[in-house]
């Protein structure tokens, strides 16, 4: 079974810049989840999609952060504009059941604002 | 205060000990799972457990729910099991969403 495929492994970019991740989950797993992890911490969620619907987006900073799950599948999150405080690993994972998890996490992308 | 606190924050030990990592939680929970995270590397999902003892390898997992507490423990630990170690808590107010640990740095010596 292939895994969460994330792209890119890493970027660096400028502040006040814009940048794209993506992740295509597991086939079959409805429920995929960005989180972002600052150096040092634990890792917060972003954004829970089921299918192309958002469950949980509280602490997604809409003013600079989108994501969208078109078709329920793979999906896009996008920083304009990028700050200094964005540099993180951003980590996509999906499940295939939202009540008792059946995680898998990809690789991630680690986001390096200059 | 977190809602899921592990202990210790650092872990040093020499090759062939006995390690236990620990995990408390304070929301309710449908899961609780065992992460593991190399340096600039992703996580790989260890356990998940709603209740009693999962093992795998060298590794055992076990979970008190009355108590809301769980411990990870590594038999015979390897210098390649050094990495971060977290717990996170799946559900609670958010179905499916994990509440994370600190997690645990383990290194181990040869």
């Known amino acids: 079974e292939a895994g969460v495929a994330q792209s890119p492994r890493y970027k660096i970019i400028e502040k006040r810049q814009s940048v794209a991740f993506w992740c295509n989950p597991i086939?079959?797993?409805?429920?995929l989840y960005w989180y972002q992890q600052i150096l040092g911490q634990g890792p917060k969620l972003l954004i829970q999609f089921q299918n192309n619907g958002v469950v949980d987006d509280s602490q997604l900073p809409k003013d600079r952060f989108s994501a969208e799950r078109l078709k329920g599948v793979d999906s896009t999150l996008k920083i304009q504009p990028a700050k200094l405080e964005d540099s993180a690993v951003y980590l996509c994972a999906s499940s295939f059941d939202t009540g008792t998890g059946g995680y898998t996490f990809g690789s991630g992308t680690r986001l390096t604002v200059v | 205060k977190n809602e899921v606190e592990q202990s210790p924050q650092n872990l040093t030990a020499q090759e062939g000990e006995f390690i236990t990592i620990n995990c408390s939680y304070s929301v309710g929970i449908s899961a609780l799972h065992w992460l593991q995270q190399h340096p600039g590397g992703g996580i790989v999902s260890l356990f998940m457990?709603?209740?009693g003892k999962k093992k795998h390898g060298r590794l055992i997992a076990t979970i008190n729910i009355q108590e809301k507490h769980s411990s990870l423990h590594i038999t015979a630990s390897h210098p390649r099991d050094s990495a971060v170690y977290i717990c996170a808590a799946a559900g609670g107010t958010s179905y499916g969403k994990l509440t994370f640990g600190q997690g645990t740095i383990l290194t181990v010596h040869p």
């Open positions: 457990l709603s209740s």
């Open positions: 086939s079959g797993h409805a429920t």
